[in-house]
């Protein structure tokens, strides 16, 4: 029997900072009942209707989940479905929640037009921090086994009026980091938390705070800008979520990088700016990791690439 995908990573030593997966914008549909592997084309839902949404978030950056609680009921035929859609990115930033009869309407919503912080006119705006924690044992093992007690320990913790605002959900990406858990709209990723530490981390997120322990990234950065990040957070102690900005450097030049780009050198040199003024230029490089891991659980074990920090240089202090 091979091993739980969760201990090969952590033997190898795999990172968890630039792990998060490359989400502009995340619609979150509340399915309860059972998910097969691919949540959204084998649960309660219409497989056929599952096959559509996925082919409008096709060449996109929105992500479709599925989410459920155990404060409501299951029933083979849903209705009242809580939707949730999300654009994760600063500026444009915003989540809105509804709830809806027909999961069918989401057809008609502009997925392209979602990935760019257009949300549509529905519901109303989510103010309040959501955290999801993937709990999808029929997708990997490690999230049933992992997830699932972190879950249970983290609904129990909280104030009975905050319970609606912790969910468990389908597959996030990244098994072998569980449990892995997500905050929305602030769009933060987290993995390997203890109870204790995902309680801390839900406080943190609800206060507009990042909590570094287990942060793998936000998902509106691509990974090398994810890890800069993460890097300069651990080594000037930033907590504030919305107080940093990454940018990839070209020609001597900080320009935004879309969540879309891929890289092919080895090597990038990115900028993190702080709302206060002060800026870092972040040597980046990519190289393979020693040892092998799997991806998630039954699978082979791999080689895996990783980006990490080679060096960070201060180039300026003053405020603005």
């Known amino acids: 029997m091979s091993q739980a995908c969760t201990l090969q990573s952590l033997q190898v030593d795999e990172p968890l900072a630039g792990t998060a997966p490359v989400v502009s914008c995340y619609v979150i549909i509340e399915q309860p009942g059972p998910w097969g592997r691919e949540a959204l084309l084998d649960s309660h839902l219409p497989r056929e209707l599952g096959e559509q949404l996925l082919a409008l978030t096709k060449g996109t950056q929105v992500k479709i989940v599925l989410a459920r609680h155990p404060d409501r009921l299951e029933r083979d035929h849903a209705t009242g479905h809580n939707v949730w859609v999300a654009h994760t990115a600063p500026g444009d930033r915003g989540m809105r929640h509804g709830i809806i009869d027909d999961v069918s309407t989401l057809l008609t919503w502009d997925f392209e037009a979602l990935a760019q912080g257009v949300l549509p006119p529905f519901g109303q705006v989510q103010h309040g921090q959501l955290t999801f924690v993937c709990t999808h044992g029929s997708r990997d093992a490690c999230c049933a086994v992992v997830g699932r007690p972190i879950y249970d320990e983290l609904l129990s913790s909280v104030p009975l009026d905050e319970r609606t605002l912790v969910w468990e959900m389908s597959h996030l990406g990244g098994h072998r980091f569980a449990p892995t858990v ?3 709209p602030s769009g933060t990723v987290h993995g ?3 109870a204790a530490e995902t309680v801390e981390m839900r406080t943190a997120a609800a206060a507009g705070m990042v909590q570094i ?16 990040e993460i890097a ?3 080594v000037y102690d930033i907590a504030e979520a919305d107080a940093i900005d990454v940018l990839r450097v070209v020609n001597n030049r900080a320009v935004p990088a879309p969540t879309s780009v891929l890289f092919l050198e080895d090597q990038m040199e990115t900028e993190v700016q702080h709302s206060d003024g002060r800026t ?5 490089q990519r190289a393979q990791l020693q040892g092998q891991r799997a991806e998630s659980c039954g699978k082979d074990a791999e080689s895996v690439e990783v980006w990490s920090v080679q060096e960070i240089q201060q180039i300026a202090d003053r405020p603005r």
């Open 213 to 228: 322990t287990g942060f793998r990234g936000h998902g509106w950065l691509p990974a090398p800008l994810q890890v800069a």
């Open 232 to 234: 300069v957070r651990n």
């Open 182 to 184: 997500l905050s929305l």
């Open 280 to 284: 870092w230029r972040v040597h980046v």
């Open 192 to 194: 390997r938390l203890s």
